[in-house]
Every structure is written in structure tokens, then in C-alpha cells.
């Protein structure tokens, strides 16, 4: 097994990591190893040599165009396993309510992504559509150590989540699945409020500050626009997988095991940043 990876970033580390196999990446700048995005006569050879591809990268910002991959390389995708790390997103706002692999994928904010998810499936992959990543370095307790966290006080609205260990643990069981789109979420969908506080609760600081939703960037109060609960029965089911961190609290709790208390006298202050 040879794994290629379009987009080494955050998620794709994690399950490169898990995968434990001969592995050849992109990244824009072709750092530490990689290969540029852009050379053609490398990426082409690369995935000549793979029996498994697997695309981080999303849409374009603006969304106009083609799967950014799928435009420059989308001709030598055409035998063995091909992965797609999609979003959650694409189901749009439900209100609240509990969404599965059924439901309408193309209700999203983002249109691009709503292409991207739909052209990976008709290409025969394993689409895993994830939820809000949070993990070693990019976790609610980062940001409330560093004073970036805040609380809008939204009554009734939740998130699902995925700890990063989780979501490389479920993308290695797909390997070996059919294609179609998969879920990757924990089983306990929270309000964001809630996952702050508890944090800052490990921590030992206080509460991150409340502040009118009018105060947030225009991502974050985009992000808030959205209501949802994720269900994950299809890759327990077909995945064999289960995350190992099935809410927020187990996994902050492990995350907090690994660093060290923040010390009161090193507690930020009420900072004007905003979260993001």
C-alpha cells in the first residue's frame, strides 16, 4: 500500500500518521519533503506509484471554479482508492436537528464545497464529511489559555465535533470500505458555550467573556449561523469505528492530561481578538 496525499495540513498528518505507510504528499511550497501542488511531472508520478489517494485540499475561497484537483489532476485519478476530507457543511442549517448520510448534501453556505462533496462521490470515493476539528494545538483550551476564546450566550444552538485522532482513525478504517459518503463525528453534539466553559474550567481561568454575536468575524458569525446535530451510525456501522472520544469533555480531558496547568499569574486578560 502507497499513500498519496493532496494537502499535508493538519488533518492529513494525523492520518498519514495512523496509516503507518510508504506515504508521498503535496503541499503548496513542497516543504519538508513534499511535493509542490503545481509540479505536474511529480504529482503524476507519485500517483502513478499509489494505491490510495486522499485530497484535504477544499474549493477554492470563492468556490467558482473545479475541485482544485480534481481540475489539474482529476485524468490520472482513475484506478484504485481515492479519499475526499469534506465538511459537515454541506447540510446546510437543519435547525437543531439530527442530519445523516441521507440527508440533502447540498444546502451548505458554501457552494464550492457542495460541488466538491458531490463530484468526489461521482468519482467513486470515500467522502468524510467532518465536523468542527479539534485536537493537539487546535483545541477550545488553546484558545481560552491564549485569551481568544468568547461566548455569544446563544440559546439552543449545537455543534458537532471530531477529535483529530478520531477522524485519522476512521479515514485508515475507510480504507478498506465501499465508497460513499461517511460521517466522522462524536456522539454528543454540544453547545459552543458549553465546550468553553468546560475548558476554562481544566484550566483553572475563568470564563472566556460573553459578547453579542454582532461582535464576532464575519467567519465566525457565519459559523454560528449554522444549527445541527451529526449522526455517525453509518461508520460505526460499516466503518467498524467508533471515536474514542465520543464528546467534548473526554476529549479536553485527554488533551488537558497532556499539558501543563496555566498558572493563574499567567492567566490572559479580556483580549479585544475575536474568535475565528
Known sequence: ???FVFGLGYAARAIA????VPLLATTRDGRDGTIRFDDADAVRAGLAAATHVLSSIPPD???AGEDPVLASYGAWLDRGWLGYLSSTGVYGDTGGAWVDEHAPADRGRRAGRNRADAAWLARGARVFRLPGIYGPGRSPLDRVRSGEARRTGVAGQVFSRIH???LA???VAGFDAPAGAYNLADDVPAAQDAVLDHAARLLGLPA???VPLAALSPAARAFHAENRRVANAKAVRVLGWRPRYPDYRAGLRALSATTSPTPASAAPAAA???QR
Do not use: W
Open 164 to 166: 483529530v485522532d478520531d
Open 272 to 274: 479585544s481578538v475575536v
Open 61 to 63: 475561497a470563492d468556490g
Open 1 to 3: 500500500m502507497r499513500l
Open 169 to 171: 482513525r476512521g479515514v
Open 17 to 20: 500518521e495512523a496509516a503507518s
Open 208 to 210: 472566556p467573556p460573553l
